[in-house]
């Protein structure tokens, strides 16, 4: 099975030419959050997205909730794919759709206990695909990624096998629980962004050993 790799928090046009080298089939550019590493400004976004060969692609993360200001924000960042890492309050992914063909949706899902299950299948049934996360939504400063930790990858493995969508796994993933992660959730990609970073430096080392921990025969 071919593993898509997204490394996530790109910070700059450097970044992102290292994990393409690499092999990263995406690249994650974070926009304002409530809290966690990576945000870079929307001008950022864009040229980083601009800088990017065909045929990796680029998510826009956002933590905003409103389906219009979600396209308007697209509009400026020009990316190929949204990463709604928070739960739409206003509007619907058709909404998004509609005003922006062509760009795919992807809806994060934060992994918490059995309900996750009931939510992911939910939400695949308008996303184009889902992110299995570890953030928590419920805080007064809400975690929306980027928190360095594992969740129950029994309940994520159910969800990737019960969806009808292509499901990334994030959450706490390094080079060195790479393979398990694919072997216990088979998901359609990972998702890094801590476990391949040196104080807070993409770090070209880590970048191979995490690559060749999931493509290894």
């Known amino acids: 099975m071919t593993v898509r790799i997204k490394i996530c928090c790109i910070k700059d046009v450097a ?11 995406a690249l994650g550019l974070v926009s304002a ?30 933590s905003l909730v409103d389906a219009d200001a979600i396209i308007e924000q697209h509009r400026r960042c020009r990316t190929s794919v949204i990463q709604i890492c928070d739960r739409l309050m206003s509007g619907t992914h058709d909404d998004i759709r509609r005003a922006l063909p062509g760009v795919k ?40 990624g980027g928190t360095g ?23 706490g993933l390094k080079p060195e629980n790479a393979a398990e992660a694919v072997a216990a959730v088979r998901p359609f990609g990972l998702d890094v962004c801590s476990g391949v970073r040196t104080d807070g430096r993409l770090d070209a080392d880590k970048l191979s050993r995490f690559f060749a921990a999931v493509t290894k025969p």
């Open 15 to 25: 970044e992102a030419r290292l994990a393409v080298e690499k092999g990263a089939s």
């Open 105 to 144: 949706l992807v809806q994060v899902v934060h992994v918490g206990g059995e309900l996750s299950v009931g939510e992911a299948l939910w939400q695949a049934k308008t996303a184009d695909a889902l992110l299995l996360d570890s953030g928590n939504q419920f805080l007064a400063v809400k975690e929306l």
């Open 149 to 171: 930790r594992t969740h129950d990858w029994d309940i994520s493995a159910r969800i990737a096998a019960s969806a009808n969508v292509p499901v990334f796994l994030a959450g």
């Open 33 to 62: 959050m409530p809290s966690g590493p990576g945000v870079i400004s929307e001008s950022a976004i864009t040229e980083i997205a601009a800088s990017v060969p065909p045929g990796v692609s680029t998510f826009l993360l956002t």
